[in-house]
């Protein structure tokens, strides 16, 4: 049986046009969760409604990159996630790691803070991490978790995110 040059020619330019189209378009992702923030001591519980829009871009030989805001009470925070520099970790991470981690890095005074350091699974329905505010959380570091609406709930979604890396 002989194959054509020209329908190898065709599937392979398919082929490479799906992967193009694959690895360039964005995923936008929009989410909208009740939030559990509480102390470390548990003596602390706020609940808040959390909105998350992000924008992720897939790589073919790392982890996918990140971007966008969560918003926690009328506040919102830009986020993103940092690829490896390593070649060999960074493929390892895509395909060990259940959940991405989002890092909120501003400028303040010229030194760098870090308010809210976050884990988000892969399917972006858990949410789970520690936030510093000065108006939410007073400037004490406290743990988030959604979609959560009482400790137990929030362990739960603590469970989930940490049992899967």
């Not at 065709?10 to 690895?23: A, H, T």
């Not at 926690?72 to 060999?88: A, S």
């Not at 790691?97 to 870090?114: H, P, T, V």
Request: hydrophobic share 35%.
């Amino acid at each position: 049986m002989k194959i054509n040059k020209s329908t190898v020619r065709l599937v392979m330019l398919v082929i490479l046009i799906f992967i193009f189209v694959f690895y360039y378009n964005p995923k936008k992702i929009s989410r909208y969760f009740n939030a559990c923030i509480y102390s470390h001591s548990r003596d602390e519980i706020i609940t808040k409604d959390i909105s998350i829009e992000l924008n992720m871009r897939r790589k073919l030989l790392n982890k996918n990159l990140i971007e966008g805001t969560i918003t926690i009470n009328n506040k919102t925070y830009k986020v993103k996630t940092f690829p490896y520099g390593d070649l060999i970790r960074g493929i390892k991470s895509k395909f060990n790691e259940e959940s991405y981690l989002l890092i909120c890095i501003e400028r303040d005074n010229g030194r760098s803070i870090n308010p809210i350091n976050i884990k988000i699974s892969k399917d972006f329905n858990y949410i789970y991490g520690n936030i510093r505010d000065e108006q939410l959380s007073k400037g004490r570091e406290m743990m988030i978790a959604a979609p959560a609406n009482n400790i137990k709930e929030a362990n739960s979604v603590a469970d989930k995110i940490n049992s899967k890396n």
